[in-house]
């Protein structure tokens, strides 16, 4: 009869997260997903944010030791990035929630205000929490994102923290240095 919690898991932000609903005067300027060589890669322009992000299991639900990440989304686990698969292995696992932070340097405000374009930055900060949102509503609660925040500005700091309460997100991830 106990709930248990796993208060420390990762969230592997999904390939089509900015392409699945970008505005359409941004489209061309938002996160992408491409492959070089045989790793996948998060690019805004030209500038590289890195791989998916570690903390994350084969489809084979093996985390070799000493392996960060995997190469591609095809290798690890559909858990890692989408509801159904990962409430599934929750399940099997008898874990009732998850708090989850997101697993690439992707949302990370530092990188995103350096890009020099605030539309830009705050647009991708809004959909990850929107993104956010959706997990946590289409998984009744169980799958709990943190969200992020645009520490660089105190007034979008603000909004953005009263928008994400009142879309019933219950933590945010803030750098320890900003």
């Not at 999904?14 to 938002?30: I, Q, T, V």
């Not at 992000?53 to 093996?62: L, Q, R, S, T, Y």
């Not at 992020?148 to 603000?158: A, F, G, I, R, V």
């Amino acid at each position: 009869g106990i709930k248990i919690v796993d208060c420390d898991t990762h969230y592997t932000e999904p390939p089509d997260l900015f392409s699945a609903n970008a505005p359409a005067h941004l489209k061309d300027k938002l996160p992408r997903v491409e492959r070089i060589g045989d790793i996948d890669y998060w690019f805004i322009g030209d500038k590289n944010f890195g791989t998916l992000g570690g903390n994350v299991i084969a489809k084979d639900h093996n985390k070799l030791l000493g392996r960060l990440a995997y190469g591609t989304y095809e290798e690890i686990d559909p858990g890692s990035s989408q509801v159904k698969p990962r409430l599934q292995a929750m399940d099997d696992m008898g874990v009732y929630a998850q708090i989850c932070f997101q697993n690439g340097g992707l949302t990370q405000a530092g990188s995103l205000v350096a890009l020099g374009d605030e539309e830009l930055a705050i647009t991708i900060v809004r959909m990850y929490n929107d993104a956010c949102a959706a997990r946590i509503h289409e998984s009744g609660g169980r799958i709990n994102c943190m969200a992020t925040l645009p520490y660089w500005d105190k007034d979008l700091l603000n909004a953005e923290m009263r928008r994400i309460v009142d879309l019933g997100i219950k933590g945010v991830v803030l750098p320890d240095r900003p």
